[in-house]
Antibody, heavy 119, light 107 residues
Framework: EVQLVESGGGLVQPGRSLTLSCAASEFTFIHYYMAWVRQAPKKGLEWVATISSSGTTTYYPDSVRGRFTISRDNAKSSLSLQMNSLKSEDTATYYC????????????WGQGVMVTVSS | DIQMTQSPASLSASLGETISIECLTSGGISNYLAWYQQKPGKAPQLLIYGGRSLQDGAPSRFSGSGSGTQYSLKISDIQPEDEGIYYCQQGYTYPLTFGSGTKLEIK
Protein backbone atom coordinates (compact mmCIF):
# COMPACT_ATOMS: atom_id res chain seq x y z
CA GLU A 1 0.00 0.00 0.00
CA VAL A 2 1.29 3.46 -0.94
CA GLN A 3 2.48 5.38 2.09
CA LEU A 4 3.21 9.07 2.50
CA VAL A 5 4.38 10.22 5.92
CA GLU A 6 4.86 13.92 6.65
CA SER A 7 7.02 15.37 9.38
CA GLY A 8 8.54 18.66 10.48
CA GLY A 9 5.48 20.63 11.53
CA GLY A 10 5.15 22.72 14.64
CA LEU A 11 4.85 26.21 16.06
CA VAL A 12 6.92 28.92 14.39
CA GLN A 13 7.03 32.69 14.73
CA PRO A 14 5.95 34.97 11.88
CA GLY A 15 8.81 35.73 9.52
CA ARG A 16 10.70 32.57 10.40
CA SER A 17 11.31 29.45 8.33
CA LEU A 18 10.28 25.82 8.55
CA THR A 19 10.91 22.77 6.38
CA LEU A 20 8.42 19.95 5.97
CA SER A 21 9.38 16.47 4.81
CA CYS A 22 7.44 13.60 3.30
CA ALA A 23 8.73 10.04 3.19
CA ALA A 24 7.23 7.98 0.38
CA SER A 25 7.16 4.21 0.13
CA GLU A 26 5.56 1.27 -1.65
CA PHE A 27 5.59 2.88 -5.09
CA THR A 28 8.19 3.96 -7.65
CA PHE A 29 8.67 7.52 -6.45
CA ILE A 30 10.66 8.72 -9.45
CA HIS A 31 7.70 8.05 -11.77
CA TYR A 32 5.33 10.50 -10.12
CA TYR A 33 4.79 14.22 -9.82
CA MET A 34 4.26 15.15 -6.19
CA ALA A 35 2.55 18.03 -4.45
CA TRP A 36 1.73 19.80 -1.21
CA VAL A 37 -1.83 20.78 -0.40
CA ARG A 38 -2.85 22.64 2.75
CA GLN A 39 -5.97 23.22 4.80
CA ALA A 40 -6.33 26.06 7.27
CA PRO A 41 -8.32 25.20 10.43
CA LYS A 42 -12.00 24.73 9.60
CA LYS A 43 -11.36 25.86 6.02
CA GLY A 44 -11.17 24.31 2.57
CA LEU A 45 -8.29 22.86 0.59
CA GLU A 46 -5.60 24.95 -1.08
CA TRP A 47 -2.96 23.68 -3.49
CA VAL A 48 0.52 24.86 -2.43
CA ALA A 49 3.13 23.40 -4.77
CA THR A 50 3.82 20.72 -7.37
CA ILE A 51 7.11 19.25 -8.56
CA SER A 52 7.74 17.17 -11.66
CA SER A 53 8.99 13.60 -11.43
CA SER A 54 12.56 14.62 -12.26
CA GLY A 55 12.45 17.63 -9.99
CA THR A 56 13.31 20.06 -12.75
CA THR A 57 9.93 21.81 -12.92
CA THR A 58 7.97 23.35 -10.08
CA TYR A 59 4.64 25.17 -9.81
CA TYR A 60 3.25 27.47 -7.13
CA PRO A 61 0.20 29.66 -6.58
CA ASP A 62 0.79 33.38 -6.10
CA SER A 63 0.09 33.07 -2.37
CA VAL A 64 3.37 31.21 -1.72
CA ARG A 65 5.55 31.84 -4.79
CA GLY A 66 8.88 33.32 -3.77
CA ARG A 67 8.48 32.16 -0.15
CA PHE A 68 8.02 28.39 -0.47
CA THR A 69 10.27 25.92 -2.31
CA ILE A 70 9.31 22.36 -3.14
CA SER A 71 12.08 19.84 -3.78
CA ARG A 72 12.60 16.12 -3.93
CA ASP A 73 15.31 13.51 -3.48
CA ASN A 74 14.45 10.61 -5.76
CA ALA A 75 17.25 8.46 -4.37
CA LYS A 76 15.64 8.69 -0.93
CA SER A 77 12.00 8.78 -2.09
CA SER A 78 11.48 11.98 -0.18
CA LEU A 79 9.71 15.26 -0.77
CA SER A 80 10.33 18.56 1.01
CA LEU A 81 8.71 21.94 1.37
CA GLN A 82 10.89 24.79 2.58
CA MET A 83 8.74 27.62 3.88
CA ASN A 84 10.32 31.04 4.42
CA SER A 85 8.90 34.36 5.64
CA LEU A 86 5.99 32.56 7.22
CA LYS A 87 2.78 34.45 7.85
CA SER A 88 -0.14 33.77 10.17
CA GLU A 89 -2.22 32.87 7.12
CA ASP A 90 0.15 29.96 6.43
CA THR A 91 -1.23 28.24 9.53
CA ALA A 92 -2.68 24.98 8.26
CA THR A 93 -2.42 21.24 8.02
CA TYR A 94 -0.06 20.44 5.18
CA TYR A 95 -0.59 17.29 3.15
CA CYS A 96 1.90 15.56 0.90
CA UNK A 97 0.12 14.06 -2.11
CA UNK A 98 0.92 11.92 -5.11
CA UNK A 99 -0.31 13.07 -8.48
CA UNK A 100 -2.57 10.72 -10.43
CA UNK A 101 -1.17 9.35 -13.70
CA UNK A 102 -4.26 10.64 -15.54
CA UNK A 103 -3.97 14.29 -14.60
CA UNK A 104 -3.33 16.91 -11.96
CA UNK A 105 -5.40 15.16 -9.30
CA UNK A 106 -4.12 13.44 -6.18
CA UNK A 107 -4.72 9.77 -5.59
CA UNK A 108 -2.76 9.25 -2.39
CA TRP A 109 -2.35 11.63 0.53
CA GLY A 110 -0.34 11.61 3.72
CA GLN A 111 -1.96 12.00 7.12
CA GLY A 112 -0.99 15.66 7.26
CA VAL A 113 1.24 17.76 9.51
CA MET A 114 0.17 20.88 11.37
CA VAL A 115 2.02 24.17 11.00
CA THR A 116 1.10 27.01 13.33
CA VAL A 117 2.52 30.47 12.66
CA SER A 118 2.11 32.61 15.74
CA SER A 119 4.13 34.82 18.06
CA ASP B 1 -7.32 31.64 -12.47
CA ILE B 2 -10.21 29.17 -12.72
CA GLN B 3 -12.78 29.87 -10.01
CA MET B 4 -14.77 26.90 -8.66
CA THR B 5 -18.32 27.50 -7.44
CA GLN B 6 -19.64 24.52 -5.54
CA SER B 7 -23.23 24.03 -4.35
CA PRO B 8 -24.94 23.48 -2.06
CA ALA B 9 -22.73 24.39 0.88
CA SER B 10 -24.46 21.76 2.96
CA LEU B 11 -27.20 19.22 2.69
CA SER B 12 -28.88 16.55 4.74
CA ALA B 13 -29.92 13.22 3.27
CA SER B 14 -31.57 10.03 4.45
CA LEU B 15 -30.20 6.53 4.07
CA GLY B 16 -30.85 5.14 0.62
CA GLU B 17 -31.50 8.55 -0.89
CA THR B 18 -29.77 9.90 -4.02
CA ILE B 19 -28.22 13.37 -4.02
CA SER B 20 -26.18 15.56 -6.35
CA ILE B 21 -23.51 18.17 -5.74
CA GLU B 22 -22.73 20.76 -8.41
CA CYS B 23 -19.51 22.45 -9.40
CA LEU B 24 -19.38 25.37 -11.82
CA THR B 25 -16.08 26.58 -13.22
CA SER B 26 -15.31 30.08 -14.44
CA GLY B 27 -13.78 28.68 -17.61
CA GLY B 28 -13.86 25.43 -19.55
CA ILE B 29 -11.76 22.66 -18.04
CA SER B 30 -12.27 19.81 -20.54
CA ASN B 31 -13.34 17.30 -17.88
CA TYR B 32 -10.14 17.80 -15.87
CA LEU B 33 -12.21 17.66 -12.73
CA ALA B 34 -11.92 15.56 -9.60
CA TRP B 35 -14.13 14.95 -6.59
CA TYR B 36 -12.80 14.19 -3.11
CA GLN B 37 -14.40 13.10 0.13
CA GLN B 38 -12.97 14.25 3.44
CA LYS B 39 -13.93 12.95 6.86
CA PRO B 40 -13.13 14.80 10.10
CA GLY B 41 -9.46 14.68 10.99
CA LYS B 42 -8.57 12.73 7.87
CA ALA B 43 -6.93 13.47 4.54
CA PRO B 44 -9.15 13.83 1.47
CA GLN B 45 -9.79 10.73 -0.61
CA LEU B 46 -10.11 10.79 -4.38
CA LEU B 47 -13.48 9.54 -5.63
CA ILE B 48 -13.76 10.67 -9.24
CA TYR B 49 -11.17 11.99 -11.72
CA GLY B 50 -11.43 13.12 -15.31
CA GLY B 51 -14.96 14.25 -14.63
CA ARG B 52 -16.48 10.75 -14.64
CA SER B 53 -13.85 8.05 -13.96
CA LEU B 54 -14.26 6.18 -10.69
CA GLN B 55 -11.05 5.94 -8.68
CA ASP B 56 -9.96 2.42 -7.75
CA GLY B 57 -11.52 1.46 -4.45
CA ALA B 58 -14.25 4.11 -4.50
CA PRO B 59 -17.77 2.67 -4.17
CA SER B 60 -19.76 2.45 -7.39
CA ARG B 61 -22.61 4.47 -5.87
CA PHE B 62 -20.46 7.54 -6.59
CA SER B 63 -20.62 8.85 -10.13
CA GLY B 64 -19.50 11.98 -11.91
CA SER B 65 -20.80 13.76 -14.96
CA GLY B 66 -20.62 17.04 -16.78
CA SER B 67 -18.64 18.93 -19.39
CA GLY B 68 -17.38 22.39 -20.18
CA THR B 69 -18.00 24.46 -17.09
CA GLN B 70 -20.67 22.38 -15.32
CA TYR B 71 -19.98 19.21 -13.37
CA SER B 72 -21.79 17.15 -10.80
CA LEU B 73 -21.23 14.35 -8.33
CA LYS B 74 -24.08 11.95 -7.71
CA ILE B 75 -24.25 9.71 -4.68
CA SER B 76 -26.83 6.94 -4.98
CA ASP B 77 -28.20 4.82 -2.15
CA ILE B 78 -26.55 6.97 0.51
CA GLN B 79 -24.87 5.07 3.35
CA PRO B 80 -23.88 6.25 6.84
CA GLU B 81 -20.19 6.26 5.88
CA ASP B 82 -20.87 8.85 3.16
CA GLU B 83 -21.10 11.61 5.74
CA GLY B 84 -18.32 14.12 5.26
CA ILE B 85 -17.26 17.09 3.16
CA TYR B 86 -16.99 16.84 -0.62
CA TYR B 87 -14.71 19.00 -2.72
CA CYS B 88 -14.36 19.46 -6.45
CA GLN B 89 -10.98 20.39 -7.95
CA GLN B 90 -9.87 21.40 -11.42
CA GLY B 91 -6.68 19.91 -12.80
CA TYR B 92 -6.82 21.74 -16.14
CA THR B 93 -4.53 24.66 -15.50
CA TYR B 94 -2.33 26.20 -12.85
CA PRO B 95 -3.06 27.39 -10.28
CA LEU B 96 -4.96 24.25 -9.39
CA THR B 97 -8.12 25.21 -7.52
CA PHE B 98 -10.75 23.63 -5.30
CA GLY B 99 -14.39 24.29 -4.67
CA SER B 100 -15.36 25.51 -1.22
CA GLY B 101 -16.83 22.17 -0.19
CA THR B 102 -20.23 20.60 0.45
CA LYS B 103 -20.96 19.18 3.89
CA LEU B 104 -23.14 16.09 3.71
CA GLU B 105 -25.02 15.06 6.83
CA ILE B 106 -26.84 11.75 7.06
CA LYS B 107 -30.17 11.98 8.87
Amino acid sequence: EVQLVESGGGLVQPGRSLTLSCAASEFTFIHYYMAWVRQAPKKGLEWVATISSSGTTTYYPDSVRGRFTISRDNAKSSLSLQMNSLKSEDTATYYCARRHTRGAFWDYWGQGVMVTVSS
Amino acid sequence: DIQMTQSPASLSASLGETISIECLTSGGISNYLAWYQQKPGKAPQLLIYGGRSLQDGAPSRFSGSGSGTQYSLKISDIQPEDEGIYYCQQGYTYPLTFGSGTKLEIK
